[in-house]
Structure formats: structure tokens, C-alpha cells
């Protein structure tokens, strides 16, 4: 389960990821987390690189965070709750999120391309696909052709730490048009930020622009907030 979260608009960007912090100490006070749960991140979008804005043009900036949650089984985590407690976590996610979790939460099955362990640092890309083009021929290009470029590029730049398709087994929630998800991982912030100027990766972000739409996809540079479990 991945989730591409706004902040409450009534939050500073500099303070969201102490409040998205403070959501998952409040709901593990209330809730059991699921025993087929293997692993959480999450990830909150890098303001800035050495005291100046991180504003590179494909970088998104109407999005806050990504969330993923992981499980060795088919199935997706869920967690039973009572009524009262799921209106406490309803309130909870509308103090500390734009809207509830569940509209912007994308059902995926994960295919690992490069690497190991995640790092401490993410690119994430939710792509789309060009306009007119049909989601067959998306998906073909990109677990082919592109999946194979990118494992090669990883491997030449010596930074990539693991590198992840996303497919999603269900339709995406309503304003949230993405046909794929990726996941970079990196050692640190530093190494995140230097991939994006990497001559050997630059053929991904090449092939990228020949079957997706780059304006309406969505890239964020992430560092992780919090994850478990903890080692």
C-alpha cells in the first residue's frame, strides 16, 4: 500500500513531518499493527539542500510525503477497528493530512529491479502515461524496455541502493491518474540529490519522456521520517 499525501493546508511545510510523525505515534497507541505487516516508511519531501529550496523542475511541489507499506503476502495489510476508533484515526488523519488516507492510497504489487534494503533517501516517481496511448502498451514499455534500463543505469552509478516498480492491482482513487510508481533508494539525502545531475543515470529520465507524460507525472525527492521497524 503507497500513499501520496498533502498536508493540511493549515500546517507550514517546515512542520508537517514532525505532525506526520506525531499521526503514527497516535495511532500506534490505539491500534495493533497487522502481523503480516513486514515493513513502513515514511517519506517526506526534501525543502531544501544545503540551506537553498530544492527546486529542480521536475520536482513536485503540491505533495508532502509518501507512505509505503509493505507485506510478504498476496494480501494488503488491513487493520480491523471498532467504530470509535476509526472515527478517532478519521480525525486524526484530517488534523495532520488534506483529506483521508484512503483517497490517495494506490494498491500495488512490488517488483524489485536493482538492489536490496531501501536507504535513508527515495526518488518516487507516480507516473502517467502520454496522453492517447493505452495502458497495455505503458506497461509493456515500462517493465521491458525501461525496467531494463533502468537496472543498468543503477548498476553504472554505484549510488543506487535499490530501485523498485510499483504495479497497481486496483484502479487508482479519483484524481490520482497514475499508471506506475517507482522507487530510488539511497544511502542519504546527498547521494538522492546528486542522481538527478548522474550521466549514467540520465538515460532513465531520457526513456521516461518517450512513453509517459512528464508534466502530469509526479517526482519527489524524499528522506525518511520514520520507519518500522526501527533496524
Given at each position: 500500500?503507497?500513499?501520496?499525501?498533502?498536508?493540511?493546508?493549515?500546517?507550514?511545510?517546515?512542520?508537517?513531518?514532525?505532525?506526520?510523525?506525531?499521526?503514527?505515534?497516535?495511532?500506534?497507541?490505539?491500534?495493533?499493527?497487522?502481523?503480516?505487516?513486514?515493513?513502513?516508511?515514511?517519506?517526506a519531501?526534501?525543502?531544501?539542500?544545503?540551506?537553498a529550496?530544492?527546486?529542480?523542475?521536475?520536482s513536485?511541489?503540491?505533495?508532502?510525503?509518501?507512505?509505503?507499506?509493505?507485506?510478504?503476502?498476496?494480501?494488503?495489510?488491513?487493520?480491523?477497528?471498532?467504530?470509535?476508533?476509526?472515527?478517532?484515526?478519521?480525525?486524526?488523519?484530517?488534523?495532520?493530512?488534506?483529506?483521508?488516507?484512503?483517497r490517495?492510497?494506490?494498491?500495488?504489487?512490488?517488483?524489485?529491479?536493482?538492489?536490496?534494503?531501501?536507504?535513508?533517501?527515495?526518488?518516487?516517481?507516480?507516473?502517467?502515461?502520454?496522453?492517447?496511448?493505452?495502458?497495455?502498451?505503458?506497461?509493456?514499455?515500462?517493465?521491458g524496455?525501461?525496467?531494463?534500463?533502468?537496472?543498468?543505469?543503477?548498476?553504472?552509478?554505484?549510488?543506487v541502493?535499490?530501485?523498485?516498480?510499483?504495479?497497481?492491482?486496483?484502479?487508482?482513487?479519483?484524481?490520482?491518474?497514475?499508471?506506475?510508481?517507482?522507487e530510488?533508494?539511497?544511502?542519504?539525502?546527498?547521494?538522492?540529490?546528486?542522481?538527478?545531475?548522474?550521466?549514467?543515470?540520465?538515460?532513465v529520465?531520457?526513456?521516461?519522456?518517450?512513453?509517459?507524460?512528464?508534466?502530469?507525472?509526479?517526482?519527489?525527492?524524499?528522506?525518511?521520517?520514520?520507519?518500522?521497524?526501527?533496524?
Amino acid at each position: 500500500m503507497i500513499y501520496l499525501a498533502r498536508r493540511n493546508p493549515s500546517i507550514e511545510a517546515e512542520d508537517w513531518p514532525r505532525m506526520w510523525r506525531s499521526h503514527a505515534a497516535y495511532a500506534a497507541q490505539i491500534l495493533t499493527l497487522d502481523a503480516r505487516l513486514s515493513s513502513l516508511f515514511y517519506c517526506a519531501r526534501v525543502l531544501q539542500v544545503d540551506g537553498a529550496p530544492f527546486d529542480l523542475p521536475e520536482s513536485a511541489r503540491d505533495y508532502d510525503g509518501v507512505a509505503i507499506v509493505s507485506s510478504d503476502t498476496d494480501e494488503v495489510p488491513q487493520v480491523e477497528m471498532t467504530p470509535e476508533v476509526r472515527a478517532k484515526i478519521d480525525q486524526d488523519e484530517l488534523r495532520v493530512f488534506s483529506t483521508y488516507v484512503p483517497r490517495f492510497s494506490f494498491r500495488c504489487e512490488e517488483v524489485l529491479g536493482h538492489g536490496g534494503a531501501p536507504g535513508r533517501a527515495a526518488v518516487i516517481r507516480f507516473l502517467v502515461r502520454k496522453t492517447g496511448s493505452a495502458r497495455e502498451a505503458f506497461l509493456a514499455h515500462w517493465s521491458g524496455r525501461h525496467a531494463e534500463i533502468a537496472r543498468r543505469a543503477a548498476d553504472a552509478s554505484g549510488i543506487v541502493t535499490r530501485y523498485v516498480h510499483d504495479s497497481l492491482i486496483e484502479e487508482p482513487p479519483p484524481g490520482y491518474p497514475f499508471d506506475g510508481i517507482t522507487e530510488t533508494w539511497f544511502a542519504n539525502t546527498e547521494d538522492a540529490v546528486r542522481s538527478f545531475a548522474d550521466d549514467a543515470l540520465v538515460p532513465v529520465a531520457q526513456d521516461l519522456t518517450a512513453f509517459c507524460d512528464r508534466e502530469r507525472s509526479v517526482t519527489l525527492l524524499t528522506y525518511v521520517i520514520h520507519r518500522w521497524p526501527r533496524a
